[in-house]
Structure formats: C-alpha cells, structure tokens
C-alpha cells in the first residue's frame, strides 16, 4: 500500500518535469548538435565541461563561420551545419575548450544514423592552421564513413 503512494507520487513527480523541460524546450534557446538525437539546452549532456559564456560562445560562432560553418535558426533551435559533398557535418561548440563535430553521409538513409556517422573535434586551444585540421579530421571521417559503406 505504501509503495503505491509513493511510486504515484514519484510517477507525478516525474510527470511534471518532464512537463517543465518540454515547456523550457519551446521557450529557452537549444542546440540542435546531431540529427539523431533532440535539441539539447546549453548545458545538457556536458561530459567533457562547463557551458560557454555569451562571450565564448560569439568567438566560437566567429572560428565556426571561419571554418565554412552556417548557423541556422528555427524559432528556439540553433545549428551550425557544414555540407560538404554528400556529407552533412554538424557541429556542438556548447562545452568550453572544445568544439565537437559530427558527419552525416546525406545519401545513405538508415534508421540508425549513428551507425551511418563519425564524429572528431577540435580544440579550443589549437590556434595554427585551424582550417587545415578541421579539414584533415573531415577527410578522415569522409574516409572512415566510405570504408564502412
């Protein structure tokens, strides 16, 4: 009897955040990083660090248009997206220190996207030939997404 109760109010308990992080979906601004998976808010799913500061976040969106990027806006949801060939790389420059990408081959459609991507990153502190190692690391996840199709 006792555990009825209180799974009934754990069970509205997480009724209501869940309601709470919907809501805060539609109205806070989120990052769409992979096309796997929903827009994530900025400090959500951080393993590797703490979220950028408004001044972080416009030097990154700068080494980011530097690189090719192009941002994309939908009402609440931002992406930062890269086609290349058939390929489609998104990028997740949410953590300090480092920028994540993921690579998408756009003609290969399969249920599970994460068997049909590759990720790298590059580093905050990396200052030198920035475009020629996003370049090598993309040539080397094109390469890496061919051998396995």
Not at 56 to 75: D, K
Not at 88 to 99: H, K, T, Y
Not at 114 to 119: A, D, G, L, T
């Amino acid at each position: 009897m006792a555990t009825d109760s209180l799974r009934e109010e754990f069970e509205a308990a997480d009724k209501t955040e869940e309601e709470r992080t919907e809501q805060r979906r539609k109205t806070e601004r989120v990052f769409l990083t992979e096309l796997d998976t929903p827009p994530k808010f900025l400090e959500e799913g951080l393993w590797h660090g703490k979220p950028r500061s408004a001044e972080e976040f416009a030097a990154v969106e700068q080494r980011l248009q530097a690189l090719g990027f192009e941002t994309a806006a939908n009402a609440n949801v931002v992406s930062y997206q890269f086609k290349f060939d058939s390929y489609l790389v998104m990028a997740d420059p949410r953590a300090v220190g480092r920028i994540d990408f993921r690579i998408y081959n756009q003609e290969k459609t399969k249920k599970r996207l994460r068997n049909q991507s590759r990720s790298f990153h590059l580093l905050d502190s990396w200052k030198n030939d920035i475009a020629d190692k996003f370049r090598n690391r993309l040539m080397d996840a094109v390469q890496a997404l061919s051998d396995a199709s």
